[in-house]
């Protein structure tokens, strides 16, 4: 069987020590993207499981997918969730989510709960965008930019690479730290001509590691030219699967003269919209049990008042 370079890892998560069955409010997010599909669970706003998997042909299944992967295990079913929110490239085509929401808000509202009230600036570095989010305390979205013309610059743009050069997704930002010197970056902004140019470097001799690193350096200032035009502003953190490229997040750090704030064990920054997604739902039900229990009050007393 062929070695399949550009495959990520896939896999699903859950909290042993938490019990769903004594939860007030169960909710889930369901990020269907372009490349990953993502699906978080959160018991009275804690995060309870996860699913990461890859998006298919198929929006529709490839949200179920997700979310059958969150509740492997756990003994949940779709109808013991209260309410789901869809969000991502695929949000309208998610037929169990109540309510779809951008995967704008829902990285903004899930950076704020993975990193705490002082994000200010989120990049989410996603499979066949970019986009750059600025957000208050709250984690509501105050100004975005994005880029979505070409793959370059995204995590399909390196999924690219790491089959053209037969080397594990995984392993190329740290392969492109080790050079001795840092290359130009490659001149090409479109994937396909960044392609063309990497196999004439390849050509003239260069090490796979160099050529990495000369795309990874284009791919960071590519990035941080959409950074400057909003502005960054501390704390700055990175979402979606390119995070995870320790080679292209060094450069855009160096170039942006701004550290990243670190990721946790707990969190993968993958899961951002999900996670968003499901705080959401959570608002969206106690805000409507706040508006049942007011409009009951209003009618108790509106009959009080007869009486």
Known sequence: ????????????WKDESKDWKKAKIITAGVDVGSVSSKAAIMI?????????TRTGSDSPKSAQNAIDGAMDGTGLKLDNIQYVVGTGYGRVNIPFAKKAITE???????????????VRTVLDMGGQDCKAIKCDERGKVT????????????GR???????????????????????????????STCVVFAKSEALGLLRQGWPKEKVIAAYSSAMAHRVVT????????KDFVITGGISKNSGVV??????????ALPGSDKFDPQLAG??????????????????????????ENAYKNIS
């Open 1 to 12: 069987m062929t070695k399949e370079f550009w495959r990520w890892k896939e896999y699903n």
């Open 44 to 52: 009275d706003g804690e995060l309870y499981a996860f699913n990461l």
């Open 104 to 118: 704008i808000a829902c990285h903004a509202r899930g950076a704020n709960h993975i990193w705490g009230k002082t």
């Open 143 to 154: 100004a975005f930019l994005m880029n979505d013309k070409c793959a370059a610059g995204t």
């Open 157 to 187: 743009g390196m999924e690219v690479f790491a089959d053209l050069l037969s080397v594990s997704i995984e392993e190329m930002g740290d392969l492109s730290l080790t050079v001795d010197q840092e290359p130009e970056p490659v001149s």
């Open 226 to 233: 959409l950074l400057e035009k909003i502005g960054v502003e």
């Open 250 to 259: 060094k450069r855009l750090e160096n170039e942006l003269k701004i550290k």
């Open 274 to 299: 999900a996670i968003g997604g499901a705080l959401f739902a959570k608002a969206l039900i106690e805000k409507s049990k706040y508006k049942l229990e007011f409009g009951n009050w209003r009618l």
